[in-house]
Structures are given as C-alpha cells and as structure tokens.
T-cell receptor, first 113, second 112 residues
Framework: QQQVKQSPQSLIVQKGGISIINCAYE??????FPWYQQFPGKGPALLIA?????SEKKEGRFTISFNKSAKQFSLHIMDSQPGDSATYFC????????????FGQGTTLQVKP | ETGVTQSPTHLIKTRGQQVTLRCSSQ?????VSWYQQALGQGPQFIFQ???????GRGNFPPRFSGLQFPNYSSELNVNALELDDSALYLC???????????FGDGTRLSIL
C-alpha cells in the first residue's frame, strides 16, 4: 500500500518531442505528489509537485496530470531537449511536502538531438 | 544551489565498521530527512528529524541512527556495516511550514 509504481523504466525521445512518465499509487492518504529530476552524481532536484485537489499543474515545459479516481499521475515534458536527459522519479507523501517521501523506481530519459 | 551540503562525497569502509555521514542545512531548516538510494533504485526513507527529535522512521534496522543539532546540521550513523549498505545516502531539509524538501548531492558509501 505504500508503493508508488513508475513506468516506463527507460524512455528515448527525439528532440522537440513529448516525454510522458506515469505513476500509480494505492494509498489514498497520500496528499502530495512531487516529481524529481536527478543527474548522475547529483541529488534529486524538485521539478514540480501537485496536491490531489488539482487535476493539472503546469510550470514551463513540465506538466503534471493527476487522476484521483484512477490513483494515477503523470509527468509530461513538452519540447524535450537533450539537456532534459536524466533520471526522473515520482514520489508521494502523507503530511504534505515535509512528509516521508515514497519514491517510484525511476525512469531514465534520453533525448536524442 | 539547494543550500544542503553533505560530507564526505565518497567513503569506502569494510564490513563490520561504523560510519558517520554529515549534512549541513540552511538556517531555519527545522526538518531534515535521510534517504538511502541503491544503484538504479529510487531513494528509500530512513528517518526524519524535526527540531532535534526523531519524527518518523522507515523500515531500517536500529543500527541506523541519527542526530540533529541546534545549528541545523545532522548526522547519520550506521553501525556494523554490511555489504548491502553500499548506496548513495541523501539528506533533504525543509524550513517546514509547508515548504518543500531540497536534497543534497549525497554521500556515496562503498562497503568492501
């Protein structure tokens, strides 16, 4: 019940394309859903986050879509760039953005020039 | 720049030894969490401290312990190191009050 399942494990997208990463959860007590970007040798960096009372949030080229009834949420990266090549993690927590984060397994994104 | 600094960046230990990892957060960051990230996996929550008191613990044995100090620094101590403890250890801090957690770049611990 504490798991967050992420797919796909890896993704290759052409420059300018849309990258889509999906996550699913079981615990309906989760109240905060962030996405993190991690480059090799670095810690995860917060990209964008959403709360379950909102169905979509957009920040620049990054959009989270949230489906509360399906217990799923996804990250869309529009106009993907080679600099977006990194590992992306979805996460969920109880107790807002200072709570214990449960992470997905990660998606390695490669954007080809 | 997240304002979260971890030291050392890399560390090599042998089985059975003890290790202390350190994290320095910005002033006012009352909440600090530690995570373990095995190679190719997502980070796993070890424990969280709030105002120097433990405020939640993940599924890790008691040989993983921590401290948070009044100067917003914290420590992760691991006793009786095992080969499976080889991982990237991440510290994340937040000033609380509904502010997000920001991660340091971690300490890469290798157990031989």
């Amino acid at each position: 019940q504490q798991q967050v399942k992420q797919s796909p494990q890896s993704l290759i997208v052409q420059k300018g394309g849309i990258s889509i990463i999906n996550c699913a959860y079981e615990n309906t007590a989760f109240d905060y859903f962030p996405w993190y970007q991690q480059f090799p040798g670095k810690g995860p960096a917060l990209l964008i986050a959403i709360r379950p009372d909102v169905s979509e949030k957009k920040e620049g080229r990054f959009t989270i879509s949230f489906n509360k009834s399906a217990k799923q949420f996804s990250l869309h990266i529009m106009d993907s760039q080679p600099g977006d090549s990194a590992t992306y993690f979805c996460a969920a927590s109880i107790g807002g953005n200072t709570g214990k984060l449960i992470f997905g397994q990660g998606t390695t994104l490669q954007v080809k020039p | 720049e997240t304002g979260v600094t971890q030291s050392p960046t890399h560390l090599i230990k042998t089985r059975g030894q003890q290790v202390t990892l350190r994290c320095s957060s910005q002033s006012g960051h009352n909440t600090v969490s530690w995570y373990q990230q095995a190679l190719g996996q997502g980070p796993q929550f070890i424990f969280q401290y709030y105002r120097e008191e433990e405020n939640g613990r993940g599924n890790f044995p008691p040989r993983f312990s921590g401290l948070q100090f009044p100067n917003y620094s914290s420590e992760l101590n691991v006793n009786a190191l095992e080969l499976d403890d080889s991982a990237l250890y991440l510290c994340a801090s937040s000033p609380g009050e509904d502010q997000p957690q920001h991660f340091g770049d971690g300490t890469r611990l290798s157990i031989l």
